[in-house]
């Protein structure tokens, strides 16, 4: 996409909002409701889509879809929930209210390894809060992207009679890489720009939004932990510990990258992991009993290649690894001695480090001394550690869980993380706000004119 063509999908999103954003809130939900059952009805038109993409496997893919119909229905019960607060004045016949409004235009910016689920996760919320989308996904996924447009305007003129059929252009998509993205990132006419990613991408864009003072929110690397106490069921961790590390391939931002594990149970869950990963059907992603499938390319593959190299050069024992075929590679489980720099940085692709721990200030020292904040998660069943964890001196991260792995978060939750991952919250919760202008109102229906603070000022 050129420079011009990008500035008329712009000046569209602008002009089309203005519009949009007299329309009821309920009734904007009404829209999402039947964008959501067009989502039903193509789901696996989607799906393959992703499969081919981004190279999932079936079950992750049509659960992809399946998020992004969650939030759909989350959508629509928010269109009728945009509240603001009543708050009591300090002044006679005065009250203080909060207001929400469109903020405007929102631009989208997602990567592969989620080409429909996070882009959903912005859209609806956006659409719901009276924005218009702009959206440029992965150009390694440009499939997924056209055929959730299309379930997208085919929603439009099923909503709307045909004089509002321009409505499609409340999503459009910018199709590019990097250039496009920084056309984004430097524009004013951008009142927010959601980018997920990674955290080298976060910090080359985060400034240029910053430099005209506008709105980010960012979902970035997760270099994520899980930490097995004695006290853990094994077998449900090692559950846990397989579908974390190497689900989608290790190439979710919530993958499990590193295993801290206490000492007196190290032996017996190294065991059960290699067995476990042992029995892995690894190939082609379109084979119904594959549940590993290749990586995105082949240069992903050679960076996990060369990380496990790395981890042979110090002395680490590593378990699997090998070139199945292609960028399709046999997930690693490597017993590392300390957490250096290498176990540090997030390496997109299905290598789980391991590290002991005596105790558990140990541990969670080992767990938060990364650069990222994204998920965590701890094994076990006492509830002075779990508590722990989840407590102010327990884990940095955005996400904390006990006794589930670190990946797979329900939509109802606001998602998002901490330090390098970025600080942005997206999907559930109350992540709607960052969508939306806030105005504090002051409202004196008196005859009078107190001022705040009982300060007089003349007569």
């Given at each position: 996409m050129n420079k011009n063509d990008y500035d008329q999908v712009i000046n569209r999103a602008v002009e089309i909002q203005k519009e949009w954003r007299t329309i009821p809130a309920p009734k904007r939900g009404e829209l999402i409701r039947v964008f959501g059952n067009h989502l039903r009805q193509d789901i696996e038109v989607v799906a393959e889509a992703i499969m081919k993409d981004a190279k999932k496997i079936h079950a992750e893919a049509v659960g992809e879809v399946q998020e992004a119909i969650d939030m759909c229905d989350f959508a629509v019960g928010?269109?009728?929930?945009?509240?603001?607060?009543?708050?009591?004045?300090?002044?006679?016949?005065?009250?203080?209210?909060?207001?929400?409004?469109?903020?405007?235009?929102?631009?989208?910016?997602?990567?592969?390894?989620?080409?429909?689920?996070?882009?959903?996760?912005?859209?609806?919320?956006?659409?719901?809060?009276?924005?218009?989308?702009?959206?440029?996904?992965?150009?390694?996924?440009?499939?997924?992207?056209?055929?959730?447009?299309?379930?997208?305007?085919?929603?439009?003129?099923?909503?709307?009679?045909?004089?509002?059929?321009?409505?499609?252009?409340?999503?459009?998509?910018?199709?590019?890489?990097?250039?496009?993205?920084?056309?984004?990132?430097?524009?004013?006419?951008?009142?927010?720009?959601?980018?997920?990613?990674?955290?080298?991408?976060?910090?080359?864009?985060?400034?240029?939004v910053?430099?005209?003072?506008?709105?980010?929110?960012?979902?970035?690397?997760?270099?994520?932990?899980?930490?097995?106490?004695?006290?853990?069921?094994?077998?449900?961790?090692?559950?846990?510990?397989?579908?974390?590390?190497?689900?989608?391939?290790?190439?979710?931002?919530?993958s499990l990258r590193r295993l801290i594990v206490h000492e007196s149970v190290y032996d017996v869950l190294i065991t059960k992991l290699k067995s476990a990963y042992a029995s892995l059907p690894v190939g082609d992603n379109f084979k119904e009993e594959t549940l590993v499938g290749p990586l995105i390319n082949q240069e992903s593959a050679d960076r996990m290649l060369s990380a496990l190299e790395q981890a042979k050069t110090k002395g680490y024992t590593v378990h699997g690894g090998e070139v199945v075929e292609g960028c399709t590679v046999r997930p690693a489980i490597v017993e590392a001695t300390e957490q250096c720099d290498l176990v540090k940085t997030e390496t997109f692709a299905p290598i789980l480090y391991v590290l002991k721990y005596s105790d558990l200030d140990q541990a969670i020292d080992i767990h938060n001394a990364v650069p990222q904040g994204l998920s965590s998660c701890i094994f076990t069943d006492n509830v002075q550690e779990a508590e722990t964890f989840t407590s102010a001196v327990g884990s940095d991260c955005g996400i904390v869980n006990i006794n589930i792995g670190p990946s797979g978060a329900e939509i109802g939750g606001a998602f998002g993380g901490e330090k390098d991952t970025g600080g942005g919250r997206e999907s559930g919760s109350d992540a709607w706000k960052q969508y939306m202008r806030r105005s504090t109102v002051t409202i004196n229906y008196g005859k009078s004119l107190p001022l705040a603070q009982g300060i007089k000022f003349g007569d």
């Open positions: 928010l269109s009728r929930q945009l509240y603001g607060l009543t708050i009591q004045s300090e002044r006679p016949e005065h009250k203080l209210q909060e207001v929400y409004n469109p903020l405007g235009v929102v631009g989208v910016i997602t990567a592969f390894n989620f080409p429909c689920a996070v882009w959903a996760w912005n859209h609806c919320v956006a659409m719901v809060c009276g924005n218009s989308v702009v959206w440029k996904g992965s150009p390694k996924a440009k499939n997924v992207t056209d055929s959730c447009k299309q379930a997208w305007d085919k929603a439009v003129t099923e909503t709307f009679p045909e004089p509002w059929f321009k409505f499609k252009d409340l999503l459009q998509v910018v199709d590019g890489d990097k250039e496009q993205a920084e056309w984004m990132a430097d524009d004013t006419r951008i009142s927010l720009l959601s980018a997920t990613g990674s955290t080298e991408m976060g910090k080359a864009l985060a400034p240029r910053s430099a005209r003072m506008g709105k980010g929110l960012y979902e970035l690397g997760g270099n994520n932990g899980m930490i097995v106490s004695k006290h853990a069921n094994i077998d449900l961790a090692v559950r846990g510990i397989v579908f974390g590390a190497v689900g989608t391939a290790g190439q979710r931002c919530t």
